[in-house]
Each structure stands twice: as structure tokens, then as C-alpha cells.
């Protein structure tokens, strides 16, 4: 009788145990990056066996002890996903955890879960702020990503202006106001160009290139047949603005500028400049190979660190470590990559991946765990009713 109660109570406590993991993988069912977990079940040692004595059949008797509750099993299936719009918020299509160390320990984690944040002192961090994510500078070493020395874009010095229309071959003379070239610190300067015809035959024309009244120099371009002249289809000069360092400036006609005859109109004008203003930070995200794309107020663009992924070879390799988080049981077991390379999955941004747990099935464990509850606790109930009743035997003897 002893031994039905300790078989029924090793029940209980195993079917207690199922009911924890059933119980957190429905708390987490909105987690997200939650993996579920599944409760692990063997039955425990027998005694008898060939040390006893035979049955008639010349079999022998084995009487188990119970049930024995083994470790919880990691499901590393990925979750649905879930548009949330944030420009950090990232998730991976595919094989893959992000990197996460603590910028005191210097332990290492891993997680499914996207929501990033750059902290005060702009380093990529996870929920937990005092975790950094891991990324490859270009050089393949494993970095911190941060915004040091990226939260603003710097002023870039006009080299070329490219113009474009037709240049009215009718006209003596031709200005054009207002071209826009940018010095090494940033600022717009307005420069003026007149085109002055020299030759009617070979359609050749002086340039004067005017800042205010000073005319910085004075060069020439050329057109046969309306088309321009290779060779002598730019002005090149130098500028130093007040203030600012000295600049090389080319303006250069662009291929699909003409001089046909237009009578006084004239389309010329100016199709682009590479100068760039300063700009200031105004956007990050990442691509699908998880590199860091950071948008300024000027309109540029900038590629940061890619975001480092760890795979593992089997869920037994990690264990959970809450927090929406892993630990790997050897740090050797992590295979370290860069995102849609080698096997790892693709980055989306503005999206996170929420917990892979299945309700549906949850609630059939929940059933069944319930109905193995309730049989072991049957059992110690008999077992001990039968106590009683053969104490109550020895007492009336």
C-alpha cells in the first residue's frame, strides 16, 4: 500500500510540474520572441525482475515506482509576426537570434525578440537597457552598434555643376542666375553664368562665371550643329568663399544640352550639384541583411554596423533565461553570422515576432494534464482508504 502512495504522489508531482509549463506558455502566449516549452515525461526505475522469484509462466514480476518528470524541451519553432511600424522593431525571417551583451558583465544572450531602442549614449540596446546589440563592423569584428560619430552628416564641398537644356543660338548673350554650389562648411552661395556668342560660324561662347561683381574666371564652351563639343563642354575655376576653405569647381554642360535657335527664350539651367549641406539624423532602420540604415535631413544615406545572429544546431544547445531571453549551455555552440548569409534568415523592419505558442494545443495539455492529475490523486486516495481499512483490521484483531 505504501508503494501505491509513493506511485500516486510521484504522479502528482509530475502532473504538477506539466501544469507550470502549460501555465507559462499561456501567459506568454503575447510575449514577444517567446519560445514554449513542453514538460518531458518517463516512467521511474522497477523492482523485481530476474532476482525474484518466477511466475508460473516463467516470466518475472516488475513493479514500477512511478512517474518521473524529466526537463522541459524548448520549441524553437518562429512565431506569426506582427506590423507594428517601428523603424527598430525587427524581426527574423528564418534561422537566427540576436546578440545581446551586457555592457557591465559582459555576458552574452541571445533573443527572437526585435524591439530595440539606442539609448542616451547611442548604443543599440534590447528591452533590458543595460544589454548592447551585437553587430559586424566591415572589418568582421564583432561591435557595439552605435550612433558615435553618425548622428550627424557632414557638409560636403561643390565639385561639378552638370546643366541641361538648349542654350537659344539666336541670342548674343545669355545669364543664368542663381546657381547654387556649397562650400566645405556647408553654406549656399549664389553664382551667376553669362554666356556671351564669339563666333557665329563655330557657335563658340565665352563664359563668365560671377560671384556678386567679382568674376572669378572667364572660360569658353563650344557647339557644332546644336550639339556640344567634347573637350570644350566645361568652365573650371576657383572659389573661396568668406569664411570658408578654397574651392575647385568644374560646370560642365550636360550631354543632352543644345544650341538651336530658339529666338530670345533660352531653357538653360542647372540639372544638379554635388555639394551637400550639413544634415542631422532623422531615420534608422535596418535592411533585410540587417544593416544599419541611418537617413539625415539632407537626404543622404549611410550604411552602420550589421546586426550579428547566433544559430544553434539543436534547442537543447540553449535554455531559457526569462526576459524573452537565452543562454547557450556552451558558448561554442553558437554559430555566429550575418543576417540572409549562411543559412541565417532575413531582417524585416517594422515588424516583431510574437510568441510561437499554440493555444489550441495548450488547452488539449491542459486536458490531459488535468485528467492525470485527477487519476494519480485517485490513486493515493485508494491507497490510503486500503490503509485505513487494514489498520482497522489489526485493531479489531
Known amino acids: 500500500m505504501l508503494d501505491s502512495l509513493y506511485v500516486g504522489m510521484t504522479g502528482l508531482e509530475g502532473y504538477s510540474k506539466g501544469l507550470r509549463v502549460i501555465s507559462n506558455n499561456v501567459a506568454n502566449l503575447n510575449t514577444p520572441g517567446f519560445k514554449g516549452s513542453q514538460q518531458q515525461f518517463s516512467d521511474l526505475f522497477y523492482q523485481g525482475g530476474s532476482g525474484g522469484s518466477a511466475s508460473s509462466n516463467g516470466g518475472f514480476p516488475q513493479y514500477g515506482t512511478g512517474l518521473n518528470a524529466l526537463a522541459t524541451t524548448l520549441n524553437l519553432k518562429a512565431g506569426e509576426t506582427r506590423q507594428t511600424g517601428g523603424a527598430l522593431d525587427v524581426s527574423v525571417t528564418g534561422d537566427g537570434f540576436f546578440v545581446l551583451k551586457d555592457k557591465d558583465s559582459g555576458d552574452v544572450r541571445y533573443t527572437r525578440a526585435g524591439q530595440m531602442q539606442f539609448d542616451k549614449d547611442g548604443f543599440l540596446t534590447g528591452?533590458?537597457?543595460?544589454?548592447?546589440?551585437?553587430?559586424?563592423?566591415?572589418?568582421?569584428?564583432?561591435?557595439?552598434?552605435?550612433?558615435?560619430?553618425?548622428?550627424?552628416?557632414?557638409?560636403?564641398?561643390?565639385?561639378?555643376?552638370?546643366?541641361?537644356?538648349?542654350?537659344?543660338?539666336?541670342l548674343t548673350t545669355s545669364t543664368l542666375d542663381n546657381v547654387k554650389v556649397i562650400d566645405g562648411a556647408g553654406a549656399e552661395h549664389l553664382l551667376k553664368l553669362v554666356f556671351k556668342r564669339t563666333t557665329a560660324a563655330d557657335k563658340d561662347w565665352s563664359v563668365d562665371v560671377i560671384d556678386g561683381t567679382t568674376t572669378l574666371t572667364t572660360g569658353s564652351v563650344s557647339f557644332a550643329d546644336g550639339k556640344v563639343v567634347a573637350g570644350k563642354d566645361s568652365v573650371a575655376f576657383s572659389f573661396t568663399p568668406t569664411g570658408a576653405a578654397a574651392m575647385s569647381v568644374t560646370v560642365k554642360l550636360g550631354a543632352d544640352v543644345t544650341s538651336f535657335a530658339s529666338g530670345s527664350s533660352s531653357s538653360l539651367a542647372v540639372a544638379s550639384q554635388d555639394g551637400i549641406a550639413p544634415g542631422t539624423l532623422t531615420n534608422a532602420t535596418f535592411d533585410v541583411d540587417g544593416k544599419l540604415k541611418l537617413t539625415y535631413s539632407n537626404g543622404q544615406t549611410v550604411d552602420g554596423p550589421q546586426l550579428a545572429l547566433a544559430r544553434f544546431d539543436s534547442s537543447e544547445a540553449i535554455e531559457s533565461a526569462g526576459g524573452n531571453q537565452f543562454i547557450a549551455r556552451d558558448a561554442s555552440l553558437a554559430r555566429l553570422g550575418r543576417a540572409n548569409a549562411g543559412g541565417l534568415g532575413k531582417i524585416t523592419a517594422g515588424q516583431l515576432e510574437l510568441s510561437n505558442v499554440d493555444l489550441s494545443v495548450e488547452f488539449s495539455d491542459l486536458i490531459v494534464m488535468q485528467r492525470g492529475y485527477q487519476a494519480a490523486s485517485r490513486i493515493v486516495s485508494t491507497a490510503d482508504e486500503m490503509l485505513k481499512e487494514l489498520f482497522d483490521m489489526k485493531g479489531h484483531g
Open 127 to 170: 528591452q533590458d537597457t543595460s544589454q548592447h546589440v551585437m553587430g559586424f563592423a566591415d572589418s568582421g569584428a564583432l561591435v557595439d552598434i552605435s550612433l558615435t560619430g553618425l548622428r550627424a552628416n557632414a557638409a560636403k564641398a561643390t565639385a561639378n555643376v552638370v546643366l541641361q537644356g538648349n542654350l537659344s543660338s539666336t
